[in-house]
């Protein structure tokens, strides 16, 4: 059973707009790195009509003020890693690089286990279908790299 090159383009644009995703993070989280996070907060906890002294608002004002500038920026820089990686894998993908299949296959099932831990500890429908693309994209790059010889 030979690939489709339409399959492999798909997990390169998956893979690329896990990228954009991650690039836009690293943009928030860089322009946000300079300001004050706590007033930020209280905006956001009074913008969608929350009380900031009660419980939960207060907690999470709390957390996010707690964060140091610091962390903020080495946060942004893991993104844009992440960022890197997820186009460079994408790119390869989608000139049918086979290194960059064996990336998609092994990266892919890293994450297996912990997708898994996470459905069944806080089981969500988010956490479901993200176990089920990760399992479907594994198992089409296994069968990229390892197609069935058709019998006679």
Same mark, same amino acid.
């Given at each position: 059973?030979?690939? &489709?090159?339409?399959?492999?383009?798909?997990? %390169?644009?998956?893979?690329?707009?896990?990228?954009?995703?991650?690039?836009?993070?690293?943009?928030?989280?860089?322009?946000?790195?300079?300001?004050?996070?706590?007033?930020?907060?209280?905006?956001?906890?009074?913008?969608?009509?929350?009380?900031?002294?009660?419980?939960?608002?207060?907690?999470?004002? &709390?957390?996010?003020?707690?964060? &140091?500038?610091?962390?903020?920026?080495?946060? %942004?820089?893991?993104? %844009?890693?992440?960022?890197?990686?997820?186009?460079?894998?994408?790119?390869?993908?989608?000139?049918?690089?086979?290194?960059?299949?064996?990336?998609?296959?092994?990266?892919? %099932?890293? /994450?297996?286990?912990?997708?898994?831990?996470?459905?069944?500890?806080?089981? &969500?429908?988010?956490? *479901?279908?993200?176990?089920?693309?990760?399992?479907? *994209?594994?198992?089409?790059? /296994?069968? *990229?790299?390892?197609?069935?010889?058709?019998?006679?």
């Amino acid at each position: 059973m030979k690939h &489709s090159n339409k399959g492999v383009r798909a997990v %390169a644009v998956l893979e690329a707009s896990k990228g954009l995703l991650s690039l836009l993070v690293a943009i928030g989280l860089h322009i946000y790195a300079g300001q004050n996070l706590s007033m930020l907060a209280i905006e956001l906890v009074t913008h969608l009509h929350l009380n900031p002294a009660s419980h939960y608002p207060s907690i999470f004002i &709390s957390a996010v003020g707690s964060v &140091s500038q610091s962390s903020l920026t080495i946060l %942004a820089l893991g993104a %844009a890693a992440y960022t890197l990686v997820r186009f460079i894998e994408a790119y390869g993908l989608w000139h049918n690089m086979r290194w960059t299949q064996w990336f998609a296959l092994l990266s892919g %099932a890293i /994450y297996l286990p912990f997708e898994f831990y996470e459905m069944m500890s806080h089981f &969500s429908l988010l956490s *479901v279908i993200v176990l089920l693309i990760n399992l479907v *994209v594994v198992m089409y790059m /296994y069968f *990229v790299l390892f197609p069935l010889r058709a019998s006679i």
